[in-house]
């Protein structure tokens, strides 16, 4: 079974410095990974996708991930943050196929407080 | 254009009440998917239409809850007999094989 585990239940940092949030996670074969922002009130936002090839992507915002097979790792990073980047982190694990295929597996998410 | 809608946005309801929670997908999108997000926690899936068809309804934890979408558009989630533990925010995503456009959620709350 597919699963996802996000260690830093909350973080803080100020703005203009440099962020990166934790995900690690479970899967049998090479996953779609994912990265939604979520403030307060608001739906859901892709902020990046990998499915094959280039184990660096680029999202929108500023947002960089890396995938790292050996670590079972999709860590998101920002060099810069803003106080618009305040709001909470999910990290997800999307199945390739058969029935299941699409289904995203969350992780418990990270609450990104930045202070001024 | 339009992005996915969920109506009520919210809802109030007593413990054993009925209720349905309806999603309007992006019109085209053929995979349509049901999510339950309990406060602190992220999204568990519940169910994955393809289709008018049920592809994955592992999700769903009991028989309380059943999904229906007629059509291959619009999908309703019923949830018969509702206890507290069902409060929750319930969203609904569309996709064309690929990303999952998400809708703004409807909060139910069960007094």
């Known amino acids: 079974a597919q699963s996802v585990t996000q260690p830093d239940i909350h973080i803080t940092v100020s703005e203009g410095a440099s962020l990166e949030l934790r995900c690690n996670y479970s899967?049998?074969?090479?996953?779609?990974l994912f990265w939604y922002v979520q403030s307060p009130g608001q739906g859901l936002q892709l902020l990046l996708k990998y499915f094959s090839g280039d184990t660096l992507v680029q999202g929108i915002k500023g947002f960089e991930a890396e995938f790292k097979r050996s670590q079972s790792s999709f860590n998101l990073r920002k060099p810069s943050v803003h106080w618009s980047d305040a709001a909470e982190y999910f990290c997800?694990?999307?199945?390739?196929?058969?029935?299941?295929?699409?289904?995203?597996?969350f992780g418990q998410g990270t609450i990104l407080t930045v202070h001024p | 254009g339009a992005g996915v809608s969920q109506t009520p946005s919210n809802k109030v309801t007593e413990k054993g009440k009925y209720v349905e929670l309806r999603c309007d997908p992006i019109s085209g999108h053929t995979a349509l998917y049901w999510y339950r997000q309990s406060l602190g926690q992220g999204p568990e899936f519940l169910i994955y239409f393809q289709g008018t068809g049920a592809a994955d309804d592992s999700g769903l934890p009991n028989d309380r809850f059943f999904a229906v979408r007629p059509e291959g558009s619009v999908s309703t989630l019923k949830i018969q007999r509702t206890e507290r533990g069902d409060s929750a925010v319930y969203l609904c995503?569309?996709?064309?094989?690929?990303?999952?456009?998400f809708g703004p959620g409807t909060r139910l709350t069960v007094l």
């Open positions: 995503a569309s996709s064309f094989g690929g990303e999952q456009f």
């Open positions: 899967y049998g074969a090479t996953p779609y």
């Open positions: 997800a694990v999307g199945a390739r196929g058969g029935t299941s295929y699409g289904k995203l597996t």
